[in-house]
């Protein structure tokens, strides 16, 4: 089994698939970015 | 490829198991962070000294080291399950990058991308199975070859793996052949879109249709240019959604055959493969048209994104060994060599045919 598939089969195993984590995540940014908490995010 | 990773065990709390992908993770923030470093401090040498010198992007520096420590020495263990994240920074990148386009964009570019995702689809399977027989291959290793280069390289695979019951070693074969290719694309696509002179709109879609893996794409636009990154996701996105239906076809088919599983729900079967980040994607860019983000905040949203990508660009170089992929023989890399420089010049003439109409 390839890392990647381990991390993808790992992430599962917490409940949800790599891709919803990642979708949480994101959308958790975006909150907190909406919110104010994220002000700045310097590139 | 990498080491193997051992599983956060049922008695292991959330905690641990995110501690796991600690060192991981600060290894890749640390690659791309000196990349970043890298083209500022040079960009800043050479105008300090009024030196005429080509702009390599934090892109190409951040693979380049990853590529570098990956192939010269053995990366120790404590640092694998963190480098195995580029792909969740991936897909949440992708999903913040939708705060880049308006609803507008995505319908515009979003709509011809779909009309040639189709046509590129179609193109690659027809290539690839014609490929996979002339050279003898194993047919479900045909297939997954297929699948990779068609739809999203290693998930597609990965994927199709499971739903075509593929032997292990056939999807190793597979995935490091599309790897493999994936890497030579970062050289070879930037150079041959600067040498024809593609804007950043027909080079991103470019990259978006031909390059197979979704890290590799998204890299492969950011060489060429900001703007030619984001168009390049949004390709790559429009395939990736594709993926269901895709290996849903292929299960039925080796089904029919006696040789895999029947699929019993095909809904479930879509909804189960389809890539959730996606919608994410969409959400985020409706949700910036509406105006439910300010400028800065847009503007946040999209340098997190980049911060995201930075990472899955480390990754990509960290997790690039030539060694390993030489394992694995060299017919299926041939096949795949063929077909991806096939599918490069068609995709290539759908671009250029669709620019010549739509004006991209």
Redesign the interface.
């Known amino acids: 089994?390839?890392?990647?598939?381990?991390?993808?089969?790992?992430?599962t195993?917490?409940g949800l698939?790599?891709?919803?984590?990642?979708?949480i995540?994101?959308?958790l940014?975006?909150l907190l970015?909406?919110v104010g908490v994220?002000?700045?995010?310097?590139? | 490829m990498a080491t193997s990773v051992t599983f956060p065990s049922e008695d292991q709390n959330f905690f641990a198991s995110v501690v796991r992908f600690v060192p991981g993770v600060l290894l890749l923030a640390a690659i791309g962070f000196a990349g970043k470093v890298l083209e500022q401090s040079i960009n800043g040498y050479a105008k300090a000294h009024h030196l005429v010198i080509p702009n390599i992007e934090y892109v190409l520096w951040a693979i380049a080291i990853g590529l570098l420590i990956a192939n010269t020495v053995t990366i120790p263990k404590i640092f694998i399950p963190g480098i195995a994240t580029y792909e969740f920074w991936l897909k949440a990148g992708i999903v913040l990058l939708g705060a880049r386009f308006v609803v507008g964009d995505v319908l515009k570019l979003g709509g011809i991308s779909i009309a040639l995702v189709v046509l590129e689809i179609s193109g690659s399977l027809f290539l690839m199975t014609v490929l996979g027989r002339l050279f003898n291959l194993k047919p479900k290793l045909t297939s997954l070859l297929a699948v990779g280069s068609a739809v999203c390289g290693v998930s597609a695979i990965i994927a199709a793996k499971g739903a075509i019951d593929a032997d292990d070693e056939d999807s190793s074969f597979a995935i490091a052949a599309i790897l493999a290719l994936g890497a030579i694309a970062l050289v070879t696509f930037p150079l041959i879109g600067h040498a024809l002179h593609l804007s950043d709109n027909a080079y991103g879609l470019w990259s978006g249709l031909a390059v197979d893996n979704t890290a590799e794409a998204t890299a492969a636009g950011a060489l060429y240019s900001d703007v030619a990154g984001k168009v390049a996701v949004l390709a790559k996105t429009t395939r990736n959604a594709t993926i269901g239906f895709v290996v849903l076809g292929y299960a039925i088919y080796w089904a029919s055959r006696g040789q895999a599983e029947k699929v019993k729900n095909k809904g479930a079967f879509l909804w189960e493969k389809f890539p959730k980040f996606v919608l994410g994607f969409l959400v985020i860019s409706l949700l910036v048209s509406v105006h439910v983000f300010n400028k800065e905040q847009v503007g946040a949203l999209a340098n997190l994104s980049r911060w995201a990508f930075l990472l899955t660009f480390a990754g990509v170089g960290l997790r690039t060994n030539f060694r390993e992929m030489a394992k694995q023989g060299v017919r299926p890399f041939i096949v795949g060599a063929l077909g991806e420089v096939l599918i490069a010049s068609l995709t290539l003439g759908l671009v250029v045919a669709a620019n010549a109409i739509w004006k991209l």
Do not use: G
């Open positions: 089994m390839s890392e990647d598939n381990k991390i993808a089969t790992a992430a195993r917490l698939s790599l891709d919803v984590w990642a979708l995540t994101a959308f940014l975006a970015v909406r994220l002000k700045h995010v310097p590139w």
